[in-house]
């Protein structure tokens, strides 16, 4: 990789910090001086170029939103991944590279600020909020939630994540704290090979039956928000539209893969 040259429409991000996430992933802290903010729910798009000028581009959520210059980033390894073990097993503070964004206008969600009366708000504010990620896909929601916890939004919102392992689970710890800190925020896991000790719950591929006791119900009309690989969330709309979910009240985003 060599130093990052910005093109029209990109910024220069510098490494920042870079830590241990899960056992296959990695956060990256981004400073991006040219950054002009986004909202919850963003994404933007990574350059890397080699030293021969061969570039690849991969897209990636934001875990962070407002204004300010540090972007958050959490990539998990896909192996035999052109860019995202790179990206977490190689790319070391100080490293720059180009990032071009904010991207993606559907998939985001504005907090009610305070002082701002319900009527007043987006029409999507005051609806129930059910944000439900796999695996890597908890990205997005992770910056949902993060708004939703900053602005003390009443707003009841609930996050359904599925994972493989208990260590598997992004930004665990922040989660945990946002769903201490708020009466309006309540955060279900489901785990796919294995569960945390005490866990009576079942263990293995999330089913219809457990998104359909663990979302908010659709008599309650939410906003969905579903996140993580291409199966995971056909799946689960497919399985939200059967349970009475209005399709256009189902957001999605697909990483990739099956
Ligand atoms: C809007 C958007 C946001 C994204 N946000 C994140 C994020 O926050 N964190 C993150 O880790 N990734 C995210 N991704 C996925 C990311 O863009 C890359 O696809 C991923 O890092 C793999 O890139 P790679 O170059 O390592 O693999 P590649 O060399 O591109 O792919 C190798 C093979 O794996 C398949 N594949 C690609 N993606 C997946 C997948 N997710 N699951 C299974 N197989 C796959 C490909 O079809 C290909 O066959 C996002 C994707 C999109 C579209």
């Known amino acids: 990789m060599i130093a990052a040259v910005p093109r029209s429409g990109w910024h220069v991000a510098a490494v920042v910090e870079a830590s241990p996430e899960t056992p296959s992933a990695r956060r990256l802290v981004l400073d991006v001086p040219t950054w002009p903010g986004n909202a919850a729910g963003q994404h933007l798009d990574v350059r890397l170029t080699a030293a021969d000028g061969y570039t690849a581009t991969r897209s990636y959520s934001i875990a962070s939103s407002g204004p300010g210059t540090r ?46 009366r319900l009527t007043d708000a987006a029409a999507d504010g005051p609806r129930p909020v059910q944000l439900i990620a796999g695996g890597s896909g908890v990205v997005p929601l992770v910056a949902i939630a993060s708004a939703h916890g900053a602005a003390h939004d009443p707003t009841q919102m609930r996050m359904l994540v599925s994972v493989r392992t208990p260590e598997d689970a992004f930004f665990a710890a922040e989660l945990a704290e946002l769903a201490r800190a708020s009466d309006a925020f309540a955060l279900d896991h489901a785990y796919t090979r294995r569960a945390p ?38 799946r689960v709309a497919s399985w939200l539209i059967e349970l009475g979910h209005d399709p256009r009240a189902i957001r999605t985003e697909r990483f990739g893969g099956t």
């Open 71 to 116: 972007v958050v980033l959490a990539i998990d390894r896909l192996p035999g991944g052109e860019v995202s073990p790179f990206l977490v097993d190689e790319v070391r503070t100080g490293d720059e590279f180009e990032v071009h964004g904010p991207l993606g206008r559907f998939f985001v969600w504005h907090p009610v600020e305070p002082g701002e």
């Open 197 to 234: 000790d005490g866990w009576t719950g079942h263990v293995g591929r999330l089913t219809r039956d457990e998104v359909e006791r663990s979302v908010v119900p659709a008599a309650d009309a939410p906003l969905v928000y579903v996140c993580g690989s291409t199966g995971f969330v056909e």
